[in-house]
């Protein structure tokens, strides 16, 4: 953990100046914390040199390799701002990513240098504003500091400088630039609970929180060996984690999903994981998991713009994201009114029964001192912060016990024949039909008025969709909402994500049922499950037209 000394992240990277263990493994090289840290004071003298008027962002397009690491070390210690670019962007929206956070410098290597070709960065004419990390120059660069820098001459970084720029994920509209200073990333460093004996090892992409709060910064604070790999790979998991010995791995979205549904092997239980961190895993794949790996996961909350944090409680419920700290105030409100909405209540077997009254938007009522905002966007600031609050943008419900649970994103609310509802309680009772591996619910609309629910499924391999069975399944749930069952259930190969393996819902909401995947289809008045023709569709269209309501369907 972080000593109070420790205010900044320049100060949390020194702290390895001296520490001769082994700091990073990637493929088959090592590096102690002694040469990392030596490698960060060369990228610092080398961002110094290359800086200009204006804003010193650096934008970084690159794969978890060692560069990545060097860079973000040596950004801290020169007080530059480490924009990391998603590399799923495209085009224009690429485009606006890097303009929009004023990069005056991008470096990238030569299998992603494409990416930016012929996009108006506004990086302007200089030579130097674009560095390609694999080639000659680069390296030549780094080889002539090595000679010739006299050490360190920078200015100290402060607590409150910015240092670090994360995009949201954009599971719910466009991605945001949320911003980290140096000191909430000293203190970000502590959580995770690592001491200097552990091995950590990490696959998610270096552009996103997950990874640097739960990997990279803690790595630095304690010492600890930080494993990186170039990019997330479930069917290399096992191997990676049992050849480096590793103890901890950070995941999020549905990569244990991913790692759930590789064939098992003899060594699934050899191997010296302690515990995975594993935020928004279902609590299905939980449980295979840990039946599979003999491995705990715990899952917490703690978003890009870390204004709520959420500690994980072990043995609750599925959904469980964990307990506030008292002096955050967090709390579950009507996003309409404000007031707290009432405590869950569960049924003997552990299912919620109160849904529509306890579940609503998850804020911190003396939190918003934590958020530092969000890089040239006082329109989502305020968002964020209205009156004096942090409001998270998700749903949650809360127990008796203070544990809270997961319902959704506030994009999530279904409104069905004037009920309003949120989909998680709905994904998880469907998660329990025979064969599912992944589920998303979320509302598209009707052709008269308000929404009906829509539920794509992902089948485990060679699982067909049986629609009776599932009208058979949907009968006996006895926590299932007089509204919740899906009107239209559409099988997909595989669910979308985002560049962090989180769900994204976007394009599912866009296409509704205008799909070639196979669409079913619930009968008016009846909970007989038909397929969807192409005739239906046309139907359905023409009823959309008749009602006013075509441009719904955009």
């Known amino acids: 953990m972080t000593t109070p000394d420790v205010a900044t992240a320049a100060q949390l990277v020194r702290l390895r100046v001296d520490d001769g263990g082994i700091g990073l493994v990637f493929e088959t090289q090592e590096w102690t914390w002694q040469m990392v840290v030596a490698e960060a004071e060369l990228r610092a003298d080398m961002l110094n040199s290359l800086r200009r008027t204006g804003p010193f962002h650096v934008g970084v397009l690159l794969e978890n390799t060692p560069e990545y690491l060097f860079l973000l070390a040596g950004a801290a210690l020169a007080g530059a701002v480490i924009v990391g670019i998603n590399p799923t ?15 005056q410098l991008i470096v990238t290597d030569q299998d992603r240098v494409g990416l930016l070709e012929g996009l108006d960065l506004g990086l302007g004419l200089e030579s130097d504003s674009l560095l390609i990390s694999d080639d000659d120059s680069y390296a030549g660069r780094l080889d002539t500091l090595r000679q010739t820098s006299p050490g360190p001459t920078r200015r100290e970084p402060t607590p409150d400088q910015l240092y670090l720029l994360l995009f949201t994920s954009g599971s719910t509209g466009g ?3 949320v911003r980290m200073t140096q000191g909430r990333a000293a203190r970000a460093s502590a959580r995770m609970g690592l001491s200097h004996d552990d091995v950590i090892y990490s696959a998610m992409p270096l552009f996103h929180g997950n990874a640097l709060s739960a990997a990279v910064l803690p790595a630095f604070a304690t010492g600890a060996t930080l494993v990186l790999r170039r990019k997330f790979s479930a069917s290399s998991f096992l191997h990676d984690v049992r050849s480096s010995g590793a103890t901890f791995s950070n ?12 064939p098992p092997t003899e060594h699934d239980r050899d191997h010296r994981l302690r515990v995975i961190l594993g935020p928004e895993t279902s609590a299905q794949d939980k449980e295979a998991f840990t039946l599979r790996f003999g491995v705990p996961l715990i899952e917490g909350y703690g978003s890009s713009e870390n204004a709520i944090v959420l500690r994980p409680v072990p043995g609750v419920g599925p959904g469980a994201l964990g307990r506030a700290d008292e002096r955050d105030d967090v709390a579950v409100v009507d996003p309409a009114t404000g007031t707290e909405r009432p405590l869950a209540a569960f049924d003997d077997q552990g299912r919620l029964i109160n849904a529509s009254a306890c579940i609503g938007e998850l804020v911190g009522r003396r939190a918003g001192s934590k958020f530092e905002g969000y890089y040239n966007n006082p329109e989502a600031d305020a968002e964020r912060t209205r009156n004096g609050w942090y409001w998270s943008g998700d749903l949650a419900y809360r127990d008796e016990d203070g544990v809270f649970y997961f319902a959704g994103r506030s994009g999530d609310w279904l409104r069905v024949d004037s009920e309003n509802f949120a989909a998680a309680p709905v994904e998880r009772i469907i998660a329990r039909f025979d064969g599912v591996s992944g589920v998303a619910v979320y509302p598209v609309p009707d052709s008269s008025t308000g929404d009906q629910v829509m539920a794509s499924l992902e089948l485990a391999p060679g699982v067909e969709f049986d629609p009776e069975a599932f009208r058979i399944f949907l009968a006996d749930q006895k926590d299932l909402g007089t509204k919740w069952a899906p ?3 559409r099988v997909v190969q595989v669910l979308p994500v985002t560049a962090t393996d989180k769900m994204d819902k976007k394009p599912l909401r866009k296409e509704g049922w205008r799909t070639d995947d196979p669409v079913w289809r619930r009968r008016e008045r009846s909970d007989e499950y038909v397929a969807l023709t192409p005739d239906d569709t046309a139907q359905l269209t023409e009823a959309f037209a008749k009602n006013g309501r075509s441009e719904l369907l955009n």
């Not at 962007?89 to 990069?103: I, P």
């Open 251 to 262: 995941t999020v979205g549905r990569a244990i999903a991913h790692i759930v549904a590789t």
């Open 89 to 103: 962007r495209r085009g224009d929206e690429l485009a606006a990513d890097v303009r929009g956070t004023d990069c």
């Open 175 to 177: 991605p945001k630039a």
């Open 487 to 489: 009107r239209y259930v």
